[in-house]
């Protein structure tokens, strides 16, 4: 339960908070009379004396609210805002975080690569356009690819590639038939802006997006066969590292039909080499949740994995994510024995003990 002197602090913290924010508005509403500007004159009228006014000291004094119930009231909302916390916190970690059900259809996990074109206003905004890609995230051999598309004929343009961090430009070139296609470079930095000008004929303006681009660091060459092994069916990779690093893995989980299960993540390091193997885990919770236990009455049911990240991550500052490649885009796994998974619910982590543990006494 939370102390007596805890509750106190979060509620002074509140009340000088909201004391801060009321003269911050009453700043704002200060008359504009008393900003200086360069632009506009005003000339104050001359002083005149006012005529004297009687003031009624008998005005009704404002009602000042009890503070054991503002305390009380404070109290009531962090208790319940902890609860809803808390209750939140229950339903992520009954599944591992190795083993996450997917039950949103506009999941990010479904499409980790999408680049999101946003049009934007041209001409002083009377038309709109916008560039369109494939993708966000390019790997060297890739060819890169877009288009620049728009309500208006696009007349003639031209683009450059731009390194984010020195502004030193990569490439250049025409965009013809409002498209581009770019042999990319091994070299070439993780962070580039394509930036495309373009002639409307009732105008020109320019356009830009952010991509980013990597040189492969590690290749999925094969999905070994999968085991139930306690709770968890245990989906061997075998890759080939480029570079050495801590490494991690993100594939999503789905039926013969192309229903998504779950998303699986595992996290190793990895010295550079060939055949080396990293394990992603299904937990048996993401077949209940998926109603797919009765597996062993569908014995053609099968499984895939697709929507493969391999990311070698930071490890210093200064050192930017780099990506991996896969031999293939999904790769079959056939059925699971998941009749012999046994039925043992997932095991808190003595932090993610600890974590709910504190909400709760936080919301006590």
């Given at each position: 339960m939370m102390q007596p002197k805890w509750r106190i602090v979060v509620i002074l913290l509140c009340i000088v908070t909201g004391a801060l924010c009321l003269l911050g508005l009453l700043w704002l509403q200060k008359p504009t009379a008393d900003i200086q500007t360069n632009t506009i004159n005003i000339k104050k009228p001359a002083q005149t004396s006012m005529p004297d006014v009687a003031v009624n000291n008998s005005l009704p004094s404002k009602t000042v609210n009890n503070p054991n119930t503002i305390t009380h009231h404070l109290s009531d909302t962090l208790d319940r805002e902890f609860a809803a916390i808390a209750s939140a916190y229950v339903s992520q970690v009954r599944y591992p975080a190795y083993s996450q059900p997917i039950t949103n259809p506009d999941s990010v996990y479904?499409?980790?690569?999408?680049?999101?074109?946003?049009?934007?206003?041209?001409?002083?905004?009377?038309?709109?356009?916008?560039?369109?890609?494939?993708?966000?995230?390019?790997?060297?051999?890739?060819?890169?690819?877009?288009?620049?598309?728009?309500?208006?004929?696009?007349?003639?343009?031209?683009?450059?590639?731009?390194?984010?961090?020195?502004?030193?430009?990569?490439?250049?070139?025409?965009?013809?038939?409002?498209?581009?296609?770019?042999?990319?470079?091994?070299s070439w930095p993780t962070d580039i802006r394509i930036v495309a000008k373009a002639d409307f004929g009732e105008g020109s303006d320019t356009l830009t997006a952010d991509i980013q681009f990597?040189?492969?660091?590690?290749?999925?060459?094969?999905?070994?066969?999968?085991?139930?092994?306690?709770?968890?069916?245990?989906?061997?990779?075998?890759?080939?590292?480029?570079?050495?690093?801590?490494?991690?893995?993100r594939a999503v989980l789905f039926t013969g039909q192309s229903t998504p299960v779950a998303v699986l993540t595992a996290r190793q390091t990895l010295e550079?080499?060939?055949?080396?193997?990293?394990?992603?885990?299904?937990?048996?919770?993401?077949?209940?949740?998926?109603?797919l236990l009765n597996i062993q009455n569908q014995p053609d049911q099968r499984f895939s994995l697709g929507r493969l990240v391999i990311e070698r991550m930071s490890?210093?500052?200064?050192?930017?994510?780099?990506?991996?490649t896969s031999r293939r885009e999904d790769w079959p796994l056939g059925p699971l024995a998941l009749s012999d998974l046994s039925d043992e619910p997932h095991q808190l982590s003595d932090s993610e003990k600890k974590r709910l543990e504190f909400l709760n006494q936080m919301a006590n």
């Open positions: 479904l499409d980790p690569n999408r680049f999101s074109p946003t049009p934007v206003p041209i001409l002083d905004g009377k038309h709109s356009a916008s560039l369109q890609l494939p993708k966000y995230r390019f790997s060297f051999p890739d060819t890169l690819s877009f288009r620049l598309v728009s309500d208006l004929p696009l007349l003639s343009g031209q683009y450059s590639l731009i390194d984010i961090d020195t502004q030193a430009e990569l490439d250049s070139g025409l965009i013809e038939n409002g498209g581009v296609q770019i042999e990319t470079n091994a990597s040189n492969p660091v590690a290749r999925l060459n094969d999905v070994l066969a999968s085991y139930p092994d306690g709770s968890d069916i245990v989906i061997p990779l075998s890759l080939t590292i480029y570079e050495s690093g801590i490494y991690r893995v550079q080499g060939e055949n080396s193997e990293i394990t992603l885990k299904a937990h048996r919770e993401v077949f209940v949740a998926a109603s490890s210093r500052p200064g050192q930017k994510a780099a990506f991996g």
